[in-house]
């Protein structure tokens, strides 16, 4: 059974990090691109940013880009968000998920994560 | 960005009745196209894929269609199950984007 578990959310100052991680198992980890998407309360879903298998290919969200890294560490089965300079608008239930397709690294997302809820307030 | 347009944002039908979603986007995804479901409290789960395509352990009742900009989610036979929200995704082109999602309610 695929398994992402998601952890480090909590509540933040704006301007303030967080680091999120996201623990995977029940499946070939080096094979996948693994995501972050995240739902506002009450809202739709935004994809946040993606890495592929490798680690070396990563894509953001415009609304992220330049405060927001992915990363990945295939021994430990894990990626995760650093999230910088936080604003009230990133306050979301953040989600892992895994990509379809393996190897090619793309598809839809048929795995996910209950999600690790991240806001930002004063 | 491809922006996907889901409307109405509320449909309302009986369970047994037939139920058709529509997703547009502003501009050609080939069949890179995919439908989730959620339900209050829960993840979203992955039903279509690439247009057409039944994820795993997805009832028959599912079905999608369409190409290029125009897309359709079919529910043959509603069960009291399938109300929920449905969102329609593309990976054709990066950033990935959603569509903001069609609320599937009992009539």
């Known amino acids: 059974e695929v398994l992402l578990v998601e952890s480090g959310g909590g509540l933040v100052n704006p301007g303030g990090s967080l680091r999120l991680s996201c623990v995977a198992s029940?499946?070939?980890?080096?094979?996948?691109?693994v995501n972050w998407v995240r739902q506002s309360p009450g809202r739709g879903l935004e994809w946040v940013s993606s890495?592929?298998?490798?680690?070396?290919?990563?894509y953001y969200a415009d609304s992220v880009k330049g405060r927001f890294t992915i990363s990945r560490d295939n021994g430990k089965n894990s990626i995760y968000l650093q999230m910088n300079s936080l604003m009230a608008d990133d306050t979301a239930l953040y989600y892992c998920?895994?990509?379809?397709?393996?190897?090619?690294?793309?598809?839809?997302?048929?795995?996910w994560g209950r999600g690790t809820l991240v806001t930002v307030s004063s | 960005e491809v922006v996907l347009t889901q409307s109405p944002a509320t449909l309302s039908f009986s369970p047994g009745e037939r139920a058709t979603l529509s997703c547009r986007a502003s501009?050609?995804?080939?069949?890179?196209l995919g439908w989730y479901q959620q339900k209050p409290g829960q993840a979203p789960r992955l039903i279509i894929y690439?247009?057409?395509n039944r994820a795993t352990g997805i009832p028959a009742r599912f079905s999608g269609s369409g190409s290029g900009t125009d897309f359709i989610l079919t529910i043959s036979s509603l069960e009291p199950e399938d109300f929920a929200v449905y969102y329609c995704?593309?990976?054709?082109?990066?950033?990935?984007?959603f569509g903001p999602g069609t609320r599937l309610e009992i009539k």
């Open positions: 998920t895994r990509a379809r397709i393996a190897v090619a690294g793309t598809g839809e997302f048929d795995s």
């Open positions: 029940g499946f070939t980890f080096t094979s996948y691109t």
């Open positions: 890495v592929k298998s490798s680690g070396s290919d990563t």
């Open positions: 501009q050609s995804v080939n069949n890179y």
């Open positions: 690439d247009t057409f």
């Open positions: 995704q593309q990976r054709r082109y990066w950033p990935i984007t």
